[in-house]
């Protein structure tokens, strides 16, 4: 393929914020490609002080002292070959004269550079360079044979389609595929020589060549009178997106709003496309950033790619890819499907302004993008939900999923050793360290602490959140933001504050790990409160001040839950309790910390508790709170377990989602390591786990029932979430009556060989991974030709992760060797849901799974993806149950010949989890074990024996 002969025409006059319009134009008589600002401002890169977003020491850490003005790139693709061609003009400038003869050093990664030339100063003459390419650094040196302060590069290159769904990737749907390009967030590189930093806001644009697809979107409008040249836009590389696809346009949400997805799909786009145009309009408002006035030249529509087969993040304006279990679900679906697909599909949208329009600085100020995502997304969940309409059926009660799915799991992983601060200390440049932060505990502690930031700082109708988001989305629109533009923000419209300066109240939140505890102890002045460190091993941790609630059973005021006083070391609170009365504090567990009482108060707590009446005056919220925080705190040693289980065993009362889903996250962790501890001990009881589960069920058993009406009109979409949770926990522990439930539900009353259609949706996981454990090789067949007739893709993903709670070792191996088969006949995502249900499904699966990983990890990285691998190996830490696994597992981490390569970081991090569980195992296994088996359960109605032969009677008649 001849190369066009470029030549780049740039006028640097001044330093602005404004975006820049190019006009890019191929003349016929020179076959050229000329770059022409409209505007003679072009970009600020070297406004501000050391700050700034420019300043140069903080912003190219590859090559300080060179920018990086424009980039042009051409790309030609061989789909069916699954390579391309490129072609880059690359303007670089040089702002400190005594690095000017230094060489040149760009990002590339699995390139292969086939030529470099380079003119100087914009000019005609092209002339050869010497360059030499660093595999294990990723870099390219170029070497020109003169010394100039602006070159213009001229790279042709080479390189392969990945198929993980990051970077330039070739994406399937059964005989047909589809070509994207996703750079987040440092994948540019794999795609073009690039300074591939988040500060860079250099001048690019796109053209894409050889591609045979019916619609071509991208960030931009095509030019004039092209199909494949994309107008040039203003930002750093990793802000760019395309996707080149034979989808179909299923549905206008609202104006300049496109849903599309693979042909074929009907009648499942109603609930998604409802709710796309209110977070839309919402999001206009919420922002007050109109999204069709970003920027110049942007496509003028939001486009929303439902993809088949892969989920990722994208940040790319107009081009916005969802996976398709997220957004397409029939009219009577799961509830969990509902509330996974509206945060999903929030998300993704929200980044269209948190992650395109503001961007950080560097990786390490993640944090304030991602914060501004998740709350946003839950701010437009919970206005398109409403707010007055609690008595509707299918009301999601969005305060109470941001409680558990964001701040308690936080709370979770932010109490590990080694858990990661929201700042860290130092600017992130290496790849594993960018991917280990933006992709960890940054997702979900970043929303929480601006949850409880909003409460500190404002009433019931000040969003101090909003405040700074609307701030920065238009006084730094289309530049980079950071932790102290964040605080600017918050001061803009900050008067008084009960936290004094903003700035030093924030700094221990962000700048350090974990969090802390709040001690609460009854004495005769009152009520003593003190702060100190929580974690699963102690560590030194700054004090913070604390945002206090807290109501009484003598006043029950669970809806103040904005702070009554702040807490800096120690307080003594001036209320007196009589005997019986009770004290809780962080009301509706809005807070980013844990609370502990002394034994009188917990005793009183559980007497409340453990009487209906009592219990329910409590707040459901705190009900939860208080089951997640006795059950980390006896975790952490910090509670004795008699106290953390007389808490959990009142459950025997609770029907809320919110307490259990708390039991049932917390509750696993024990779950897993007795089963292991009592696998193949013939002196140990193997059902110790199970007598938990008997005691704390009987209110769920009783009034939700696993035997729900189907169709169900009547009961709330809270409901069916909680059962459909509650009995997947107690078939997978070995309830019998809800394996007994499960069997009568798997068959089809009209065809005893195929799979019952009409089990409700919620349950269906807990029915299908327990016929798939219980039953033999007809179970597993009448799944796969269920799986053929599936109409929808989440469903069949239902399906798939049944298949992993299979007992059968070779089906296991067959199953997971199918993931990375090169005519897999699963997709991406489908492929790591498969990994990870068989990791979680058993101690032995646990193993299996483990030791496919140390013999194929070359395999899963290409079949899965980067991200995607070390995603799973913090899944394998998770389910590494006992010392042998623990023992097997580190082995493979530390061994010079695992394979890991750049995933090796996240291995070591993993293993430290791995690891510190392992001393819980040490001290605390054998105690919570003693005391199970020494705390009988009431005696059982049933006839577990009798259940049982009735069960598998039922099982092999089919």
Known sequence: ??????????????????????????????????????????????????????????????????????????????????????????????????????????????????????????????????????????????????????????????????RAG????????????????????????????????????????????????????????????????????????????????????????????LLFSRPGISSQDSHASVAINSFFNHLNEWTQKPYLEVIENQDGRMNIMVLPDVSTDWNSLSTVGIWEPYVFMEQNHAVKQRVIGLTKIAEAMSRQWFGYVIYPENWRYEWVVAGFTTYSAYEMMRLFQGDNIANDVNWLDVNTL??????????????????????????????????????????????AVMRMIRLVLGDADTDFIQIAARALLNVRSLETINTLKFIDGINSEL????????????????????????????????????????????????????????????????????????????????????????????IQGQGYYRVTYDTTLWERIIEALDDPDRRAEIHPLNRATLVDDALNLARAGQLGYDIAFAVVLTMEHETEYA????????????????????????????????????????????????????????????????????????????????????????????????????????????????????????????????????????????????LGCSNDPNFINGLLMQTIASNSPYSVEERVKIFAAVAESSYTNADLARDFMRLRVNEIRNMYGVEKLEELIFVLAENMADRDLTREFEIWVQSSFNNLEDSQMAAERALDYVQENLNWEDTYR?????????????????????????????????
């Open 495 to 586: 008067v008084n504050s009960n936290v004094g300066d903003f700035d030093e109240y924030l700094e221990p939140w962000v700048e350090s790990n974990g969090y802390p505890l709040l001690r609460v102890e009854s004495t005769f002045s009152g009520v003593l409160l003190h702060q100190t460190p929580f974690g699963f091993t102690n560590r030194d941790s700054p004090s913070r001040l604390l945002p206090i609630t807290y109501t009484t059973s003598i006043e029950k005021n669970f809806d103040n839950i904005h702070p009554q006083f702040m807490l800096d070391i120690n307080h003594n609170l001036n209320v007196f309790l009589d005997e019986e009365d009770w004290i809780l504090f962080n």
């Open 926 to 958: 054998d105690d919570v074990y003693e005391w199970i088996d020494e705390n009988h359960a009431p005696t059982l109605v049933l006839s577990l024996v009798a259940l049982c032969v009735s069960i598998m009677a039922a099982i092999f008649n089919h």
């Open 166 to 257: 990051k970077g330039l990737y070739r994406g399937s749907y059964g005989d047909n595929n589809y070509l994207a390009m996703n750079l987040h967030p440092t994948y540019a590189r794999r795609v073009f020589p690039c300074m591939d930093e988040p500060t860079e806001a250099s001048i690019i644009s796109f053209s894409f060549e050889g591609l045979d697809y019916n619609h071509l979107t991208s960030n931009s409008m095509l030019e004039e009178n092209s199909q494949t040249h994309f107008r040039a836009l203003v930002g750093p590389p990793h802000l760019w997106g395309m996707i080149a696809h034979n989808f179909v346009t299923v549905n206008l949400p609202t104006a300049n709003v």
């Open 402 to 447: 941001f409680v558990t799915e964001v701040i308690q799991e936080s709370l979770l992983r932010d109490a590990y050793i080694n858990s990661n601060p929201l700042e860290p200390a130092d600017n992130l440049f290496d790849e594993d360290a960018i991917r280990d932060h933006v992709n960890g505990l940054v997702k979900l502690k970043s929303a």
């Open 1 to 162: 393929m001849g190369l066009f002969r470029f030549v780049l025409l740039i006028t640097i006059v001044s330093v602005t914020c404004k975006p820049v319009d190019l006009n890019i134009v191929q003349t016929e008589e020179f076959n050229e490609l000329v770059l022409e600002p409209e505007s003679k401002n072009v970009i600020n890169v070297t406004e501000g002080t050391s700050n700034e977003v420019t300043s140069l020491g903080m912003r190219n850490q590859v090559r300080p002292g060179m920018e990086v003005l424009s980039y042009a790139i051409e790309i030609n693709a061989d789909v069916n070959a699954g390579s391309f061609n490129g072609r880059a003009i690359i303007q670089v400038r040089f702002s400190d004269e005594s690095t000017r003869e230094d060489a040149i050093i760009l990002h590339v990664a699995d390139l292969n550079i086939n030529r470099v030339q380079y003119a100087i100063m914009g000019g005609s003459n092209l002339v050869d360079a010497d360059y030499s390419t660093d595999d294990d650094d990723q870099i390219i040196e170029i070497e020109p044979g003169q010394i100039a302060l602006l070159y213009t590069l001229y790279i042709e290159y080479s390189g392969s389609l990945d």
């Open 659 to 802: 307490v259990w889903k708390a039991f049932v996250r917390n509750m696993n962790f024990l779950k897993k390591r007795l089963e292991a501890f009592v696998f193949d001990d013939e002196d140990l009881d193997p059902d110790i786990y199970l007598r938990m589960v008997r005691r704390t069920i009987p209110a769920v058993e009783r009034e939700l029932t696993f035997y729900p009406d189907t169709p169900s009109t009547s009961e709330s979409a809270m409901t069916l979430l909680t059962r459909g949770l509650v009995m997947d926990h107690a078939c997978r522990a070995g309830y019998r009556p809800c394996i007994a439930a499960a069997v009568d539900w798997f068959y089809d009353p009209n065809n005893n060989e195929v799979v019952n259609p009409n089990i409700p949706h919620e349950i269906r996981p807990a029915v299908y991974c327990t016929m798939v454990r219980e039953g033999g090789d007809e179970v597993i067949e009448a799944l796969y030709n269920r799986l053929e007739i599936e109409p929808t893709h989440y469903e069949r993903v239902v399906i798939l992760e049944s």
